[in-house]
């Protein structure tokens, strides 16, 4: 039978040997920029939340970049109900006529994202709270569809305040709210905008956490999860009806990114427990990985 001693022994022997295996990882990643899309499960469970928080600052203490960019539907959805609006979605996007727009941007740049950078720096890392607007990091245009009002999408991407953040060591945490040349407010999907900062910074990997292991053969059984798969593979799974749903502007979102120079790109289960740093500092990973046609990691 094994003492209490004898248990912390073997649980610091453990802990010791996890570390041992990421060195290898940290000193590849060393200096690398990692955009994290957080949303999900991970921004509503307080638990999740918290190890999604401390590998966001771990990342950081290890020499990584990390920039984080957030949505905030339910939290979104839970202040219009409040004010009396009754939600509305067309294809899958939130319907956004003025008066939502000015929930979306109280509720993403005003709560969500002063939660977020609080909550960073009580962790003991350094984040600094930013949307679309801010230095003009993004310019959006309209999405196009017809009656879904204020959505818009990203029509570029000003990387300099973030650059002058992560050179010296901070964690930017963006907000899905941006602007037009006239400063009007878009409501812009955080994927999307993870996809576009990642591509403008040369970012090293691309993660989006989600409420789903990766990119499933059949979604109804996660056994069947694809471990890695390249971007024609990726778009076959897509014209095939392997993906479908809500996964097709993830993975789009995914492809566009490597089609610009992004390293790779993972889309992960961010209901696991220290998600990313399973993914980011172990061999097998947890999740998806898309990589370039000509890349093999």
Same mark, same amino acid.
């Given at each position: 039978?094994?003492?209490?001693?004898?248990?912390?022994?073997?649980?610091?022997a453990t802990r010791v040997q996890v570390l041992s295996e990421a060195l290898p990882y940290i000193q590849r990643?060393i200096g690398r920029t990692i955009v994290v899309k957080y949303g999900g499960a991970a921004m509503k469970d307080?638990?999740?939340?918290?190890?999604?928080?401390?590998?966001?600052?771990?990342?950081?203490?290890?020499?990584?970049?990390?920039?984080?960019?957030?949505?905030?539907?339910?939290?979104?959805?839970?202040?219009?109900?409040?004010?009396?609006?009754?939600?509305?979605?067309?294809?899958?996007?939130?319907?956004?006529?003025?008066?939502?727009?000015?929930?979306?941007?109280?509720?993403?740049?005003?709560?969500?994202?002063?939660?977020?950078?609080?909550?960073?720096?009580?962790?003991?890392?350094?984040?600094?709270?930013?949307?679309?607007?801010?230095?003009? =990091? @993004? !310019?959006?245009?309209?999405? %196009?569809?017809?009656? &879904?009002?204020? $959505?818009?999408?990203?029509?570029?991407?000003?990387?300099?305040?973030?650059?002058?953040?992560?050179?010296?060591?901070?964690?930017?945490?963006?907000?899905?709210?941006?602007?037009?040349?006239?400063?009007?407010?878009?409501?812009?999907?955080?994927?999307?905008?993870?996809?576009?900062?990642?591509?403008?910074?040369?970012?090293?990997?691309?993660?989006?956490?989600?409420?789903?292991?990766?990119?499933?053969?059949?979604?109804?059984?996660?056994?069947?999860?694809?471990?890695?798969?390249?971007?024609?593979?990726?778009?076959? =799974? @897509? !014209?095939?009806?392997?993906? %479908?749903?809500?996964? &097709?502007?993830? $993975?789009?979102?995914?492809?566009?990114?490597?089609?610009?120079?992004?390293?790779?790109?993972?889309?992960?289960?961010?209901?696991?427990?220290?998600?990313?740093?399973?993914?980011?500092?172990?061999?097998?990973?947890?999740?998806t990985m898309l990589i370039g046609s000509k890349v093999m990691l």
């Amino acid at each position: 039978m094994i003492n209490d001693t004898e248990y912390i022994k073997q649980d610091a022997a453990t802990r010791v040997q996890v570390l041992s295996e990421a060195l290898p990882y940290i000193q590849r990643f060393i200096g690398r920029t990692i955009v994290v899309k957080y949303g999900g499960a991970a921004m509503k469970d307080s638990n999740l939340k918290d190890k999604v928080i401390r590998d966001i600052v771990f990342l950081s203490c290890v020499g990584l970049r990390p920039i984080l960019v957030h949505g905030g539907g339910p939290e979104i959805n839970s202040w219009l109900d409040r004010l009396g609006i009754e939600p509305q979605f067309k294809n899958g996007l939130r319907v956004t006529d003025a008066l939502t727009m000015d929930v979306v941007e109280m509720v993403l740049v005003g709560r969500v994202n002063k939660e977020i950078v609080t909550l960073i720096n009580q962790a003991g890392g350094s984040a600094v709270g930013l949307c679309g607007k801010d230095g003009n =990091l @993004i !310019t959006a245009r309209p999405q %196009g569809q017809e009656d &879904i009002g204020f $959505v818009g999408e990203v029509s570029g991407v000003n990387i300099k305040i973030l650059e002058t953040l992560v050179n010296n060591g901070y964690i930017p945490v963006v907000s899905s709210v941006a602007a037009d040349e006239t400063g009007q407010a878009y409501n812009i999907n955080a994927d999307t905008i993870a996809g576009e900062i990642a591509a403008a910074m040369g970012a090293e990997k691309l993660i989006l956490l989600t409420d789903t292991r990766g990119i499933l053969k059949d979604y109804k059984d996660p056994s069947t999860l694809i471990p890695k798969v390249d971007i024609q593979e990726a778009r076959q =799974l @897509i !014209t095939t009806g392997v993906v %479908g749903g809500g996964m &097709i502007p993830k $993975v789009n979102c995914c492809v566009r990114s490597l089609a610009q120079g992004v390293g790779a790109a993972h889309i992960i289960d961010g209901r696991i427990p220290h998600a990313l740093l399973l993914e980011i500092f172990t061999n097998i990973g947890i999740g998806t990985m898309l990589i370039g046609s000509k890349v093999m990691l």
